[in-house]
């Protein structure tokens, strides 16, 4: 029997596949793990169960962490020495100089305590009103995030600079009475105050600024998404809860949270359809 042909467009001949010919079609398998990469529409009840959840399993490993007093202060004199040996161990300084200053150190207190839970959290309903499409995609790296600092907080238990014994560097929130520190004054007992390695204030903040920076539309907007971790970091070394290098640990879990999702979904938040149609087929508008 001769094969059946076809003239393209351009004019040339393409052969079409026997009658009855079966097409190899993709395994049960196969189809399952594809659904569940496919961004699907978040469901509120179960974000909000799944953030109540990860929240408080989050706060439970990180306090029940065995507070290593002895090698959180050896570990904060070897990062202490490594920074000098960079020339980068400014944090002394900048925390002094700062808490010089009544109204700004008071004000970086209560941003510690408070943008580092509601900024996170908004942006995550943010992305759920107006991003479903890929709210899964960026919760994913936040949790990831997370999950493998929890392991830094095991392994390395570290001493923050408020708490070195000889450092000299003021516990701004207990000299100046700010509320709502789970890390000084009255809250100290119920945390583990030897969980600065890696920092989520700048894991958690910096996740924030680039989502904003990637999908908002206003400029402005998308600036001061920018300028946030930026602050953070400021805060984090005036109020001298972390070293410098807190940081990095923080911004290295990070980009594990992104490789993870990339390599889950195939492609970053932002590169994925901002909607979900009936049926969890994506669109792009």
């Known amino acids: 029997m001769g094969e059946a042909t076809v003239r393209t467009a351009e004019g040339r001949t393409a052969t079409l596949p026997p009658t009855g010919e079966s097409v190899e079609r993709p395994s049960p398998d196969r189809r399952v793990l594809a659904g569940l990469r496919s961004p699907r529409r978040p469901r509120l009840w179960f974000e909000i169960l799944l ?12 306090n029940a962490v065995p507070e290593q007093r ?8 070897w990062i202490w020495r490594a920074e000098q040996s960079l020339h980068i161990a400014v944090e ?12 700004l150190i008071v004000g970086m207190n209560y941003y510690y305590a408070t943008l580092h839970f509601v900024l996170t959290i ?3 309903v943010w992305l759920y009103r107006w991003h479903p499409g890929r709210y899964a995609a960026a ?10 600092a929890l392991l830094g907080y095991y392994l390395y238990p570290l001493a923050p600079p ?12 207990v000299v100046h009475h700010t509320w709502g520190s789970m890390a000084s004054g009255n809250l100290a007992d119920m945390s583990n105050q030897y ?11 910096t996740w924030c600024g680039i989502t904003i920076a990637l999908l908002a539309r206003a400029v402005w907007v998308r600036v001061l998404g920018l300028l946030y971790p930026v602050a953070t970091l400021v805060v984090i070394v005036s109020t001298a809860n972390h070293f410098w290098l807190d940081a990095v640990g923080g911004l290295l879990c990070l980009a594990f949270g992104f490789g993870l999702s990339y390599a889950w979904y195939r ?3 932002h590169r994925l359809a901002r909607h979900v149609v009936a049926g969890d087929a994506p669109t792009r508008r």
């Open 51 to 62: 953030i109540a959840v990860s929240y408080w399993t989050y706060s439970l490993v990180r």
């Open 70 to 77: 002895a090698a959180a202060l050896r570990n904060a004199d």
């Open 92 to 103: 002394h300084t900048v925390n002094h100089a700062v808490n010089s200053v009544t109204w």
């Open 122 to 124: 908004g942006v995550l």
């Open 139 to 148: 919760r994913l790296i936040l949790f990831a995030t997370t999950g493998v």
């Open 162 to 173: 408020r708490l070195m014994n000889g450092g000299g560097f003021v516990d701004t929130v």
């Open 195 to 205: 969980a600065a390695m890696p920092s989520m204030h700048i894991g958690w903040s």
């Open 267 to 269: 492609a970053f938040p």
